[in-house]
């Protein structure tokens, strides 16, 4: 039993001083000698560079350099912060009309233009850049996009005019700038209504929360160059703890299956038993007492 009950110690012991190793790491990114209200502020800042960090990665794979990347965050940043949309459907909406319109829509006039589009259907950005997209990408190459006008006709962002047009104008084979122009004219009398609704309340509230995280996103950039080892550090020991903890696993059952077995079996209370008594001297059942009581049990 006593050999069973170091076996259990010995295990939960192993294990837990294994975690208090990532257990300081984690204060030590998480707190900083700080206050509470410092600590969430700075748990924001961490968090909203990161995100930036993300979708810089995202824009890595599909632009082909990392200065790419980040010249395209810059614009997307700026193009959030002057209007009512944020920077996450802004990128999402940017990397769709990248893929689609292989760069034409994604930067510039053409994300502007899908922008007050979005802006005067009330339709998520990334909805209608994704709408956008795949028309663009039909009307250049000659492919049907039956489905894409009649999306974008329930969404009032054309006419039934318009849509007859373009497919008139497709079944005698024209595709290209020239057939893409004229949705292009059909799409420019949402002109300005993205400018229009940024100058509105919630606009402005929307303005205001983009400032305020990119102002914790800047805090926070340096600061993930900084901790990024410290949670390699901790990402390393925690495999090796891995590597250990079935092992301490397997003396913590090992040690559990001793105590069920000695209390199936009616002998836990008797070893717990003749262990005291030994303890104090004693013969547990008083046999083989000699003249000098001298216990020979």
Request: with cysteine; net charge positive.
């Amino acid at each position: 039993m006593r050999r069973a009950l170091e076996g259990a110690r010995s295990a939960v012991s192993s294990f837990g001083s294994a975690v208090g190793s990532i257990g300081s790491i984690a204060g030590l990114v998480g707190g900083l000698g700080l206050g509470a209200a410092a600590v969430a502020g700075f748990g924001k800042s961490i968090k909203e560079a990161a995100s930036i960090q993300d979708l810089t990665t995202n824009f890595k794979v599909l632009l082909g350099s990392v200065q790419a990347a980040k010249d395209r965050m810059a614009e997307l940043v700026k193009f959030a912060q002057e209007t009512h949309f944020e920077l996450g459907e802004v990128a999402s909406a940017s990397r769709a009309l990248e893929t689609l319109t292989h760069g034409a829509l994604s930067t510039g006039e053409g994300l502007r233009m899908v922008g007050d589009v979005a802006s005067g259907t009330s339709q998520p950005f990334e909805e209608i850049a994704m709408w956008v997209g795949r028309l663009y990408d039909g009307l250049q190459s000659g492919r049907p996009v039956g489905e894409a006008m009649q999306r974008m006709q329930e969404l009032g962002a054309v006419s039934g005019e318009v849509r007859t047009k373009i497919e008139r104008m497709q079944q005698t084979g024209q595709k290209g700038a020239a057939v893409w122009n004229v949705m292009a004219q059909a799409l420019s009398r949402f002109s300005g209504l993205m400018d229009e609704k940024s100058r509105g309340w919630n606009g402005l509230i929307s303005n205001l929360s983009d400032a305020v995280k990119q102002a914790f996103a800047a805090f926070g950039a340096p600061l993930l160059d900084a901790l990024s080892p410290l949670l390699k550090q901790a990402a390393d020991t925690m495999g090796q703890l891995a590597a250990g903890a079935k092992d301490w696993g397997s003396g913590l059952a090992t040690s559990i299956g001793t105590f069920q077995n000695l209390i199936a079996g009616g002998n836990l209370g008797t070893l717990s038993l003749q262990a005291g008594l030994a303890g104090r001297g004693r013969c547990p059942q008083r046999l083989h007492v000699g003249p000098h009581r001298r216990c020979y049990h």
